[in-house]
């Protein structure tokens, strides 16, 4: 589903949770690759994130630098462990009470 994702400036980003990051970070990857190659491309005109306020495509120079914002701030939070990563550590400590 093609998403739109607000400018927000890098201290708005470091004043986030992570779980709110996290989910920015997912929009961001949601977005579409390009307007050229969007569904609306046929009747709408080009947005500009400038005047909008929104990041839509990929190749906007705005949706780069929102990404490495976030990767930014992500790289000095803590690492959430997945559910994955979850159950393995229970699978392993169960094994040890053994």
Do not use: C, F
């Given at each position: 589903m093609p998403s739109q994702v607000k400018i927000v400036s890098k201290d708005e980003l470091?004043?986030?949770?992570?779980?709110?990051l996290l989910r920015r970070r997912t929009a961001l990857l949601q977005c579409e690759d390009s307007f050229a190659v969007?569904?609306?491309?046929?009747?709408?005109?080009?947005?500009?994130?400038?005047?909008?306020?929104?990041?839509?495509f990929k190749d906007q120079p705005q949706w780069r630098q929102a990404y490495e914002?976030?990767?930014?701030?992500?790289?000095?939070?803590?690492?959430?462990?997945?559910?994955?990563?979850?159950?393995?550590k229970r699978i392993?400590?169960?094994?040890?009470?053994?």
């Open positions: 470091d004043s986030m949770h992570t779980g709110t969007s569904d609306r491309s046929d009747y709408e005109s080009s947005p500009n994130p400038d005047e909008t306020g929104w990041v839509e914002e976030v990767k930014d701030v992500l790289a000095t939070r803590e690492h959430i462990p997945t559910g994955q990563e979850k159950w393995s392993k400590q169960s094994q040890k009470q053994r």
